[in-house]
Antibody, heavy 125, light 107 residues
Framework: QVHLVQSGAEVKKPGASVKVSCTAS????????INWVRQATGQGLEWMGW????????GYAQKFQGRVTMTRDTSINTAYMELSSLKSGDTAVYYC??????????????????WGKGTTVTVSS | SYEVTQPPSVSVSPGQTASITCSGD??????TSWYQQKPGQSPVVVIY???KRPSGIPERFSGSNSGNTATLTITGTQAMDEADYYC??????????FGGGTKLTVL
């Protein structure tokens, strides 16, 4: 069975960085992208970016460019998302997800089929 | 950047049909997925590639996508379907795009 297990809750001060891990099991880690999304309390889903665990290639949402870094360690099937220069507005639950991509009928598709349980990051002085 | 829009809330009576829309410029040219999120839980994909249903998702969930609008339809809505629903598409310039979410109330 496919699982994504995330690291535990974090409390950080403004200006600090946080690094959240996401450990995959039940499938070949390098065959699927890992994406990250965050959700503030009572708010919607905000996509942060993707990483290809095989190549290490990444793509970040414009909002987070320069502040987010996605990496991986293929020896332990783990992806990481590091967010720097934290502010109170970064307080949220951060989810990792497996991305599934392909093409059909000439159109490209990309969706998230497996989600981690989320990591709560609280930024407070 | 590309954006998609959902109504904030939809209400439906038990046993009736609920329709949740997702609108975006030429959204019909993109594949759309739908996610269900219940309080305190991670989202779960209920529809992918416009119309496909993952194993374990009840047949009462269906999807369509044409023109500028994708629609998630729940036929014979049950109390357990009460949740937040998010649509998602992929744009080559923006990446993954999520709608703002629709709260489905079954009353």
């Amino acid at each position: 069975q496919v699982h994504l297990v995330q690291s535990g809750a974090e409390v950080k001060k403004p200006g600090a960085s946080v690094k959240v891990s996401c450990t995959a099991s039940g499938y070949t880690f390098t065959r699927y992208d890992i994406n990250w999304v965050r959700q503030a309390t009572g708010q919607g889903l905000e996509w942060m970016g993707w990483m290809n665990p095989d190549s290490g290639n990444t793509g970040y949402a414009q909002k987070f460019q320069g502040r987010v870094t996605m990496t991986r360690d293929t020896s332990i099937n783990t992806a990481y998302m590091e967010l720097s220069s934290l502010k109170s507005g970064d307080t949220a639950v951060y989810y990792c997800m497996r991305g599934v991509e392909g093409a059909s009928g000439g159109n490209y598709y990309y969706y998230m089929d497996v989600w981690g349980k989320g990591t709560t990051v609280t930024v407070s002085s | 950047s590309y954006e998609v829009t959902q109504p904030p809330s939809v209400s439906v009576s038990p046993g009736q049909t609920a329709s949740i829309t997702c609108s975006g410029d030429k959204l019909g040219d993109k594949y759309t997925s739908w996610y269900q999120q219940k309080p305190g839980q991670s989202p779960v994909v209920v529809i992918y590639r416009n119309t496909k249903r993952p194993s374990g998702i009840p047949e009462r969930f269906s999807g369509s996508n044409s023109g500028n609008t994708a629609t998630l339809t729940i036929t014979g809505t049950q109390a357990m379907d009460e949740a937040d629903y998010y649509c998602q598409a992929w744009d080559s310039g923006t990446g993954a795009v999520f709608g703002g979410g629709t709260k489905l109330t079954v009353l």
